[in-house]
């Protein structure tokens, strides 16, 4: 964001759900480097979620933990009060938890996180936020692309999962174009050194190198949050998908 002038985030406060590590976490540092508020939340990590904040705090920026399933509406409930408790407003709402690659996870957990807990954050979260406020739910090529490039087996279930948390999200546009919301989709290529890219990567041996091979170039976890945090103060649509990496599945389209 280096190209602004000053801070295009001050006074401003953002939620960055699943912001313990990751692409969450360096989205969180980046939004707070330009001045906003962050609720960094965790499910149950906690201390690398008290480290994310420290690294902002030690920068000069403000931000607070919040261990939160969001899978429950207390959960979903007790994010949404700390942005207001310690910051008193709720400007930017970055949707980037996601999951359902884990082992032992109920037969439903990844439609539970992927698509029902995305919108009962964006529902719970929009009675307080202000007209001009922005909301970034961030996906992957594999899962946006589901329904016209085939993706891993291994990986089908949770793309499907996130492609109907994407459609359900878009289904609120209207309603919140009539806030003066506007919602903002970042879909990724695979990106080096995720919990899901290692995950994917065990459960089938070189798929992260074929990809790579493929794509020509897969994206960092920083580079792909610094495209994300732009997103924050982009002059786009409302509805807008922004593509990072993977030219060969635009090209498929």
């Avoid at 790579?212 to 786009?236: D, I, N, P």
């Amino acid at each position: 964001m280096g190209e602004f002038e000053g801070k295009t985030l001050q006074g401003k406060t953002a939620i960055v759900t699943g912001s313990s590590r990751g692409i969450g976490a360096e989205v969180a540092k980046l939004l707070a480097a330009e001045g906003a508020a962050v609720v960094v939340n965790y499910r149950q990590k906690a201390p690398r979620a008290e480290k994310v904040v420290a690294g902002i705090e030690s920068a000069g920026g403000r931000a607070v933990a919040v261990g939160a399933d969001l899978t429950t509406q207390e959960g979903v409930q007790s994010l949404v009060s700390a942005a207001m408790e310690n910051f008193g407003s709720l400007d930017l709402l970055v949707l980037n938890a996601s999951g359902g690659m884990e082992a032992g996870v109920e037969e439903n957990y990844a439609l539970k996180l992927n698509r029902d807990a995305q919108v009962n954050m964006l529902n719970s979260a929009v009675p307080l936020m202000p007209e001009g406020s922005r909301v970034i739910f961030v996906t992957s090529h594999q899962a946006h692309f589901i329904d016209t490039v085939p993706t891993m087996p291994e990986y089908e279930p949770v793309a499907r999962s996130k492609r109907a948390g994407e459609d359900a999200l878009r289904e609120l546009v209207p309603n919140l174009s009539s806030l003066g919301i506007s919602l903002v989709v970042v879909s990724g290529d695979m990106i080096e050194g995720t919990v899901t890219a290692t995950l994917l990567d065990r459960a089938n041996p070189g798929a992260i190198e074929a990809r790579r091979s493929e794509a020509g170039k897969l994206y960092s976890v920083q580079e792909f949050a610094a495209e994300v945090a732009k997103m924050a103060t982009a002059e786009v649509e409302t509805g807008h998908t922004e593509y990072v990496g993977g030219a060969d599945y635009l090209a498929a389209q």
